[in-house]
């Protein structure tokens, strides 16, 4: 092996050391991550919007009088599950279609705890088994989501950190033309915390 050789293999292990330091993997991976994240958070929205059908049947069942509330419910999760709200990993740097899903979110959700928090009001409703057991999957999902929506801001975190940072920020910037991503805010105080549901009767 002549000098050259050695000269020109130890230039490429330098070049391929500096690239990966410039952000050449580390920028995609964390990208890649809080992808993952947001399909998560979208995941757990989804499965709340799952439930609505087998609530509408419980309360249409045995609460007419909330035919009004339910209503709003079925509305509020029309319009949050529809196609047009719906982001992928190209819209996490747009705050704007952020804040378009967040809201229609926030609205299916107050809607949601406006029906819980009125039937609570009907002991003939909530001791029924149905609608316990409603009342249960729709608190684990509130949990579900809180946590979708916490380890999604982490991944964003870390991204925009990544981005930003020597020296990824060399390649974020020259190679992959990097932008910021969106975290996901709570519009109204407290909303990213599961609604605490009283099971007890009056």
């Given at each position: 092996m002549n000098f050259k050789t050695v000269r020109n293999a130890a230039l490429a292990l330098v070049a391929s050391i500096g690239l990966a330091a410039c952000g050449i993997n580390s920028v995609p991976a964390a990208e890649e991550n809080a992808k993952a994240k947001w399909a998560d958070v979208e995941a757990a929205f989804q499965e709340r919007a799952n439930l609505v059908p087998n609530l509408e049947q419980i309360v249409m069942s045995s609460a007419e009088q909330e035919r009004q509330t339910?209503?709003?419910?079925?509305?509020?999760?029309?319009?949050?599950?529809?196609?047009?709200?719906?982001?992928?990993?190209?819209?996490?740097?747009?705050?704007?279609?952020?804040?378009q899903y967040q809201e229609a979110q926030n609205t299916f959700g107050g809607a949601l705890s406006r029906l819980?928090?009125?039937?609570?009001?009907?002991?003939?409703?909530?001791?029924?088994?149905?609608?316990?057991?409603?009342?249960?999957?729709?608190?684990?999902?509130?949990?579900?989501?809180?946590?979708?929506?916490?380890?999604?801001?982490?991944?964003?975190?870390?991204?925009?950190?990544?981005?930003?940072?020597?020296?990824?920020?060399?390649?974020?910037?020259?190679?992959?033309?990097?932008?910021?991503?969106?975290?996901?805010?709570?519009?109204?105080?407290?909303?990213?915390?599961?609604?605490?549901?009283?099971?007890t009767s009056n």
């Open positions: 339910l209503d709003a419910v079925i509305s509020a999760r029309a319009s949050a599950t529809r196609p047009e709200i719906r982001l992928d990993g190209e819209d996490l740097g747009d705050p704007e279609k952020m804040a819980m928090a009125n039937v609570e009001a009907y002991p003939e409703l909530k001791s029924q088994d149905n609608f316990g057991r409603f009342m249960t999957q729709i608190e684990g999902q509130e949990n579900r989501i809180r946590v979708a929506i916490r380890d999604y801001n982490e991944a964003v975190r870390d991204y925009n950190t990544t981005i930003r940072t020597f020296p990824d920020t060399i390649g974020a910037n020259l190679i992959h033309g990097a932008e910021p991503m969106v975290p996901y805010e709570a519009v109204s105080e407290g909303a990213e915390v599961a609604p605490q549901l009283d099971m």
